[in-house]
């Protein structure tokens, strides 16, 4: 029904940075918050940035300052950009969207497949 596909993960240098996206398509009727989560090994799953359709954004403290959330409702996209990456910020980043499939139906949250991001010199 709704797919989420992310892009933009890689291997990047500590101080460097680097830009997410995330693209929901499929059966939209429309998309309330969108948000960043990342999962590091031996770590629970833990949220990084999440914005509204009216572009109130939340951000983890660790991440305040050097990561920006933002979205292009038009294209059902949400981005990350993470600047002064640092060895702390290695982990897999998933894409969550809280999405309502017809008029009338039920919120219900999608994810995408993950990213992996590494930042190591």
């Known amino acids: 029904q709704v797919q989420l596909v992310e892009s933009g993960g890689g291997l990047v240098q500590p101080g460097g940075s680097l830009r997410l996206s995330c693209a929901a398509s499929g059966s939209i009727f429309s998309i309330y918050t969108m948000g960043w989560y990342r999962q590091a090994p031996g770590k629970e799953r833990e949220l990084v940035a999440s914005?509204?359709?009216?572009?109130?954004?939340n951000y983890a403290d660790s991440v305040k300052g050097r990561f920006t959330i933002s979205r292009d409702n038009a294209k059902n996209t949400v981005y990350l950009q993470m600047n002064s990456l640092n060895a702390e910020d290695t982990a897999v980043y998933y894409c969550?969207?809280?999405?309502?499939?017809?008029?009338?139906?039920?919120?219900?949250?999608?994810w995408g497949q993950g990213t992996q991001v590494t930042v190591s010199s």
């Open positions: 969550n969207a809280e999405v309502r499939v017809v008029v009338g139906g039920r919120v219900t949250g999608y």
């Open positions: 914005i509204t359709s009216l572009h109130s954004t």
